[in-house]
């Protein structure tokens, strides 16, 4: 088992609790000096001086994602903007967009926890990447780019789209290693075989680290056989990261038993999102995590609004830091259809049960009137036989999962959209 810092990556927990600490004190202490951070911890009466032990650190206010946006753009600075080298920040198509800015340090913090991922997950000097996560404000494709020079393995900076330059350059310079979103991927893997290229006989992917959106056990295993990862030895690795934490932060080990988050760098909390009280071991909550090591941005226990589960044991690898087995989604993209609470993951966890269904499809929420209709648009394998039987059984199926009525449309192959990037799931054609 490689390790890219074994003495961190394996540092004894009770020691790493007490990092966690000593840096969560200082990080309070420099955040005081911040108008809004002030202001935030004189509301709930809580000074840095009050953090003691551990149980102190649950009396500290939390941040939210629109503190990000209603201080953007540096109203949340804490560094010194001369010392701020980098800037990234969500697109903002909905609104403000989310900011965060680095110093020297913070990118070498970033490039430091990418680093310890790729190796965790398998990547030697010898690999050869193509790095096919999109370059830009998204912090994504920097993020990974500078983790996989930090290792010293050979990156190919495709960025993404141009999925035939993709193939073509697999094939002309042996990559063994690809980069992008899950369903980019599963796209790749549809294009290489609509061209007659076989990705077992053909091309020597082994290793996908994909991030950017998420991703059921079902769809990894469809990846990793579809576009030769498993033939070749290696698998698909799943990244997490946000960008109010500086980007992607957390990656599989060789062992896929959940994905790592760097302990000494982040703390992490899983808690009831209704009581704010710490979950039991093994029970889902929500996710919430404070950036320990950066200086120009650092964020106070942000609530992510992911649903996770999170294993605090040591890990099969030897690894001690927390774990997330269980993604099961993010509160902001459930849909309130009819009274009931929808969530995207389900869907494709009931169509990705059936070999006969595609990785391609897409939820549609319409209104008959005035009432609201769930329907999936989904296409079938190349060959599958679709008949109405099949089709009142996954309806039923999905009715089970959601408890409301999903009717089926079954699509000719070829109709539905492909993405490059992130996978655009739902179509919302309510008025």
Partial sequence: MAYFNEFWELMDQDQLKEVQLEKFQKQARRMYDNA????????TGVTPEDIKNWDDIKKVPFTHKDDLRENYPLGLLIGDWKDVVRIHMTSGTTGTPTPMVYTQN?????????ARNF??????????????HGLGLFTGGLGFHY??????????PTSSGGTDRQLRLMQEWGTTVFTGTPSYAAYVAEVAREKGI???????????????????????????ERIGYK????GMRTCYGLTEMGGPIGMDCENTSGIHLWGDHFLVEVLDPKTLEDVQAGKAGELVITNLSFEAMPILRFRTGDRVIVSFDRCECGRTHPRITSFLGRVDDMLLVSGTNVFPSQVEYVLLQHPRMSENWQLVVGDKKGLHTLKVEVEPVQGAEIDHVFIERLEKELYSHLEITCRVDVK????????????????????
């Fill in 36 to 43: 809004f951070y002030k202001r935030r911890f004189e509301e």
């Fill in 231 to 234: 033939a070749h030895g290696g």
């Fill in 106 to 114: 913070d990118v070498d913090v970033w490039t430091e926890c990418m």
């Fill in 147 to 156: 983790g996989l020079e930090r290792v010293g393995a050979k990156v190919i």
């Fill in 198 to 224: 076989d990705p077992e006989r053909d091309l020597k992917l082994r290793l996908g680290f994909h991030g950017g959106e998420p991703v059921s056990d079902e769809l990894r295993k469809r990846i990793d």
């Fill in 119 to 132: 190796v965790a997950g398998g990547l030697t000097k010898n690999d050869i990447v193509q790095q096919a």
């Fill in 412 to 431: 000719p192959i070829g109709t539905l959209p492909r993405f490059e990037g992130k996978a655009v799931r739902v179509r919302d054609e309510r008025v």
